[in-house]
């Protein structure tokens, strides 16, 4: 069956650096779109959505990309603070329900 | 609002026994969600609730594992009998919305099964 997908596990970045967080769904029936922050010990936490008929969103120190073309997503994280260390989710809507990639975990160096 | 309330937080149990996850919705969401979350297969949607009757259940693994929700604050994920692949983080979600808007995750139950 269809899926989302994100490109890599696992993400670096220097405190203070833009940090780019990817995926790749498959679903073209999927019209909305949300990106989750987990945190450790912590239930999955809403950060920014965008809906099909946007390219782009932007919120405090996020936003969120949508190229429907290729199916894929991205988050920008803008100054990136420890604070941000944490496993980024996104997740869409085919078939009726949110469907989770599998994650990417944030890890930001002092 | 407190936001949705799960409990216990950690339960621990031996293979066999009944398991009880509980759920309190965020009020006035008409849609709750159970999620399960493990290394191998990340968040899994087991089953979804709109008013109170389920209306997916596609996502339960088997029949040891049922829900219900008695009313509109309260949700219950029963497994019987546990089984030590069980073991994983149980969220409980509530939404206005099936998927057009964010759903509010509770802070889950880890279960872990010996």
């Known amino acids: 069956g269809e899926s989302v997908g994100l490109h890599l596990p696992t993400l670096s970045v220097q405190e203070g650096d833009n940090s780019i967080i990817n995926c790749a769904y498959s679903?073209?029936?999927?019209?909305?779109f949300i990106w989750y922050k987990q945190e450790s010990g912590k239930g999955p936490q809403f950060i920014i959505d965008?809906?099909?008929?946007?390219d782009k969103r932007q919120g405090q120190r996020v936003t969120v990309l949508l190229n429907k073309t290729v199916k894929h997503l991205s988050l920008q994280i803008a100054a990136t603070q420890p604070g941000d260390s944490a496993v980024y989710f996104c997740?869409?809507?085919?078939?009726?329900?949110?469907?989770f990639g599998a994650g990417t975990t944030v890890t930001v160096r002092a | 609002d407190a936001g949705v309330i799960q409990s216990p937080r950690h339960e621990v149990t031996e293979m066999g026994q009944e398991v009880t996850l509980r759920c309190k919705p965020i009020?006035?969401?008409?849609?709750l969600f159970w999620y399960r979350q493990t290394m191998m297969r990340g968040l899994e949607l087991l089953i979804y609730?709109?008013?109170?009757?389920?209306?997916?259940d596609s996502g339960m693994p088997e029949d040891r594992f049922s829900a219900k929700m008695p009313n509109a604050s309260f949700s219950t994920l029963k497994i019987q009998p546990s089984e030590p692949r069980d073991s994983a983080v149980y969220f409980c979600?509530?939404?206005?919305?099936?998927?057009?808007?964010?759903?509010?995750f509770g802070q889950g139950t880890r279960l872990t099964v010996v």
């Open positions: 997740a869409e809507n085919g078939d009726y329900k949110l469907s």
């Open positions: 679903n073209s029936a999927s019209d909305y």
């Open positions: 965008i809906r099909s008929n946007m």
């Open positions: 609730f709109n008013n109170n009757v389920p209306i997916d």
């Open positions: 009020s006035g969401h008409d849609y």
């Open positions: 979600a509530s939404s206005s919305t099936p998927v057009d808007t964010e759903a509010f």
